[in-house]
């Protein structure tokens, strides 16, 4: 038999095989991997295994070649399994590891130390972070009570606090060691493990919570201490910006009036030391504290003031001093008039009367043009001041001026009206006794009213009154009568009965 008498054979044998591997239907449908419209690969290899041919697959066999036919079954066989459909792998691989003694991975009494750590360590953070909050907190009032307050309560609670920061830093480090030394989100963590970290945990977080109340505690000790300094820090913006401020008003002021052709030094002057005042309330109470601050705020704003207003009234001072130069020049040379009048008003005294009437009066017609003479130069002093713009020696000498003007004007009138009393008490002498007396009887009404003895401070000095009167008037007979001593004889009588009166009417008026 030759190969093209075997070939239809073969041929015949193939296409039976072929055949009934076609036959086979396609079970997984077309949406499976792998359909498309002719059979599976995986169904055409199984139809090929032993058990899945027909008859025609065994002729097929028996008609091969020696030696092919074991050939292509063996490559069958690696295709069959590489070829194998995943679903079916994927079920198979649990099976595979199923069996007995399997463990439980999550579940039971270790995961609920898990959880029971876990919830110790958030209480333990939210205790932390409640602490570090008040601490903060606390903080900031510590120091606004150690920016104001240096008095021994604001050191000791200074001192308090730090001890209590000592005592806050001891429960954090507990807490965060606690939280380093055991990581409870880790796989295999043990039971024992997570229950000894609950426990430190836990009691990290009752030394948290402890301290937190002795904090709270110390904070609400502080009130008026807090309350103080708050008041103070309140205090210290405003007063720095009205000390600004009027330092402000006081250049504006100085300016005006150098405007208007004053030059001000000594204001200028003035406001010049205050730059290193000002320099100092920049700086701040950081620098300086709050109490040195404010204090320095109110000496700035009271010069402050004072200057501008200073400025302010200077166009009006100078004016002012303009017309004292002009009434005091008149004054002086009125008083130049009078006192060359003194001497023959001394004359008349010295020719009728006594020696004693008139010899006190000897030196007012020098002293009086001494006087005159000084207050003139003076006035060309306070001029001159007055045109270099010396406000404060202008006003010094017009103030010297007036009162040298004063005391001649004084001495001037005495001798006057000396002789014009002296000729009263001269004509009648009776007037000038019947007022004393009636002040004196007054003075004694007064004293006996309500009473049947007088009382013996008021008595007394009211029965010496009356001698001494008698004895002035005593004074009067003569040929040449002392009658200037007469007169402030009945002067001092007057003075000591109305002494008298003002102190029974103060006694009676403070017992009503």
């Given amino acids: 038999m030759t190969a093209t008498h075997t070939r239809p054979e073969a041929g ?3 296409s039976s095989a072929v055949e009934s591997v076609e036959s086979v239907p396609d079970t997984r449908g077309k949406d499976a991997p792998g359909a498309g419209g002719k059979g599976l690969p995986g169904a055409r290899v199984m139809s090929g295994l032993p058990g899945a041919r027909g008859q025609g697959g065994r002729e097929a066999r028996g008609r091969s070649a020696p030696g092919r036919g074991g050939r292509g079954q063996g490559a069958r066989d690696v295709l069959a399994l590489v070829l194998l459909p995943v679903p079916l792998l994927v079920a198979v691989l649990p099976a595979a590891f199923a069996g007995g003694g399997t463990r439980r991975w999550f579940g039971g009494r270790g995961e609920s130390q898990r959880a029971e750590a876990q919830a110790a360590r958030d209480a333990a953070a939210e205790a932390f972070y409640e602490l570090d909050t008040a ?12 920016a ?7 050191r000791k609670a200074a001192e308090d606090f730090a001890a209590l920061g000592r005592r806050i830093d001891e429960v954090s480090h507990a807490y965060i060691t606690a939280v380093d030394a055991h990581d409870l989100d880790r796989d295999d963590l043990e039971p024992s493990v997570a229950s000894r970290a609950r426990t430190e945990l836990t009691r990290a977080k009752d030394d948290l919570v402890r301290v ?6 110390f904070g609400q000790g502080l009130g008026t201490l ?3 300094a708050e008041t103070q820090l309140a205090r210290l913006a405003p007063a720095v910006e009205r000390a600004r401020q009027a330092l402000l008003g006081a250049s504006n002021a100085l300016d005006a009036v150098r ?4 030059r001000a030094d000594e204001l200028a002057a003035r406001l010049a030391a205050l730059a290193p005042e000002l320099t100092k309330l920049n700086q701040g109470a950081g620098k300086h504290g709050v109490a040195e601050t404010l204090q320095r705020a109110d000496v700035v704003l009271r010069d402050a003031e004072s200057l501008r207003a200073e400025a302010e009234r200077l166009p009006e001072r100078a004016a ?10 008149t004054r002086a040379q009125a008083l130049t008039t009078r006192t060359s009048s003194v001497e023959p008003v001394l004359s008349e005294l010295r020719r009728r009367f006594s020696a004693a009437c008139w010899q006190d009066l000897q030196p007012v017609p020098e002293q009086a043009a001494v006087n005159v003479r000084q207050a003139e130069e003076k006035l060309a002093e306070a001029a001159k001041a007055r045109d270099e713009q010396h406000w404060a020696d202008a006003t010094s000498r017009l103030s010297t001026v007036r009162a040298l003007l004063n005391a001649t004007d004084e001495a001037v009138s005495a001798a006057g009206d000396r002789l014009q009393r002296l000729d009263a008490v001269a004509k009648d002498p009776q007037q000038e006794i019947e007022r004393t007396r009636f002040a004196v009887r007054d003075a004694q009404r007064l004293a006996m009213a ?4 007088p009382d013996p401070r008021h008595a007394r000095p009211l029965d010496d009154s009356v001698a001494r009167l008698d004895r002035a008037i005593a004074g009067l007979e003569g040929r040449h009568p002392d009658y200037w001593h007469f007169l402030t004889e009945t002067e001092a009588v007057r003075q000591t009965a109305a002494r008298v009166v003002s102190d029974i009417r103060e006694e009676r008026g403070g017992g009503a």
């Fill in 320 to 329: 002012e001093i303009d017309r004292r130069l002009v009434s005091l020049r």
């Fill in 212 to 217: 937190k109340g002795e904090l709270d505690r």
């Fill in 226 to 228: 807090l309350g103080s």
């Fill in 450 to 453: 309500g009473r049947h003895t």
């Fill in 259 to 262: 405007a208007a052709g004053l």
């Fill in 12 to 14: 015949a044998g193939g």
């Fill in 135 to 146: 601490q903060r907190d606390l903080q900031i009032s510590i120091e606004t009570i150690n």
């Fill in 148 to 154: 104001v307050d240096s008095s021994p309560r604001g």
